[in-house]
C-alpha cells in the first residue's frame, strides 16, 4: 500500500473520531429515555381510554336493551285490539268467536274478547248469561271472566254461564266435557256433566248440584223452561225475555215454584197461566215518555195474595 492511500484512510479515521468525539452522549441518552417514556404514555392513556370506553359501553349497551324491550313490549302490547258483541234486551243471538268456538248470548248480555287470541291462552270477559261451545285445544285453555272475579276454564266443551251483575249469585252448568270454576276466593272446583256450580256473592259460598241441564240452556233456543223455579226467578227471566219491568208483590209471603216450557206464548198468556195455580192479579203501565224523548219500559205490576 502506498503512503498515500495510508495517509487518507488515517484522515478519514481521524475525522470519524472527531465526530464521535462531538456528539453529546449524556443528551442523546435523555432523549432517547423521554421518547420511550413518550411512547409508554401514550400506549397507558390509550389503554386507559379504552378501559373507561368499555365501562360506559355496559352501561349503555343496557339501557339500549330495556328501552328495545320496552318499545317492543309495548308495540305488542298496543297490537291487541278487543271487540264487545252485546244482545239487545229481549233477544238473543249466536256468534263465532276468533277460534271458531260458538257462543249464545242472553238478553242484555255483553262479551268481550281480542280479536286475536294469544298464543298460549283463549280469554273472554262475560257480563250476563252466555251459552258456550268451545273449539277443543290442549295447548290454549279457553276462560270465561265474570265481573265479580270468578272464571271458568276449559280445554273443549260445552257449558252455561249466569252472570248478570244484579243476581246474588253467579251460576255455571255442564253439559258436555269438563270444567274448571276458580271463585274470587281461589278455590278451584271441577264440574261433570249434569253438574251446577252456584256461587254466592255475598257469602261467598260454593254449591255444586245436579241439574236439569236442559231447562238451564233451552233459552239459546228461544224457549223458557222452568223446573219447580220459584215465581221471584221465573219474573226475572220474564223481565229480560220480553224487555220490561216486572214489580211482584208478595202479598201472602207464601212461596209457588212452577213447572212449565213456554216458546211462542205471550207475556199476558204466561202471567195467565201463572194465575191458574195462585191467587195472583197482574195489570201493566204503559211506557212513560221522558224528558230526553226516551220512552220508559212497559211496567207489569203482580199481587200474590
Known amino acids: 500500500m502506498n503512503p498515500e492511500s495510508l495517509f487518507r484512510k488515517a484522515q478519514a479515521l481521524g475525522d470519524d473520531i472527531r465526530e464521535m468525539e462531538s456528539i ?18 401514550k400506549k397507558t392513556v390509550y389503554s386507559q381510554l379504552m378501559r373507561y370506553a368499555a365501562l360506559l359501553a355496559i352501561p349503555l349497551l343496557m339501557t339500549s336493551l330495556v ?16 271487540a264487545e258483541i252485546t244482545a239487545a234486551t229481549g233477544s ?12 249464545w248470548l242472553n238478553a242484555g248480555t255483553t262479551l268481550r274478547y281480542p280479536t286475536v287470541f294469544k298464543k298460549d291462552n283463549r280469554s273472554v270477559e262475560l257480563k250476563g248469561e252466555a251459552y258456550f261451545e268451545i273449539q ?4 290454549r285453555p279457553f276462560y270465561v271472566n265474570t265481573r265479580n ?13 249466569n252472570a248478570y251483575e244484579n243476581d246474588d249469585y253467579v251460576e255455571t252448568v255442564l253439559e258436555k266435557g269438563k270444567v274448571n270454576v276458580i271463585t274470587p276466593n281461589r278455590e278451584t272446583i271441577v264440574l261433570t256433566p249434569g253438574e251446577q256450580l252456584l256461587y254466592d ?21 228461544g224457549k223458557l223452561v222452568f223446573r219447580n223455579t220459584p215465581l221471584e226467578e221465573i219474573f226475572k227471566r220474564l223481565e229480560r225475555h220480553f224487555n220490561v219491568d216486572i214489580q211482584y ?26 194465575a191458574k195455580s195462585a191467587k195472583m192479579k197482574w195489570k201493566i203501565e204503559e211506557s212513560q215518555q221522558q224528558a230526553d224523548d226516551t220512552f220508559t219500559k212497559k211496567k207489569i205490576i203482580v199481587d200474590l195474595y
Request: hydrophobic share 35%; charged share 30%; aromatic share 14%.
Open 136 to 139: 277443543a285445544d290442549q295447548e
Open 201 to 221: 256473592k255475598q257469602s261467598q259460598k260454593s254449591v255444586k248440584n245436579k241439574v236439569d241441564v236442559y231447562g238451564k240452556i233451552a233459552w239459546k233456543d
Open 92 to 103: 238473543v243471538i249466536r256468534y263465532e268467536l276468533p277460534d271458531g268456538s260458538v257462543v
Open 149 to 161: 272475579g270468578l272464571s271458568v276454564y276449559v280445554y273443549g266443551t260445552k257449558f252455561n254461564v
Open 24 to 41: 453529546d452522549t449524556l443528551a442523546a441518552y435523555h432523549k432517547a429515555i423521554f421518547d420511550i417514556n413518550k411512547v409508554e404514555r
Open 249 to 274: 208483590n208478595n202479598r201472602c209471603e207464601k212461596e209457588y215454584r212452577y213447572r212449565a216450557t213456554f216458546r211462542d206464548e205471550t207475556l199476558s198468556q204466561i202471567l195467565d197461566y201463572l
Open 67 to 82: 328501552l328495545g324491550y320496552l318499545y317492543f313490549a309495548g308495540a305488542e302490547e298496543e297490537e291487541v285490539k278487543y
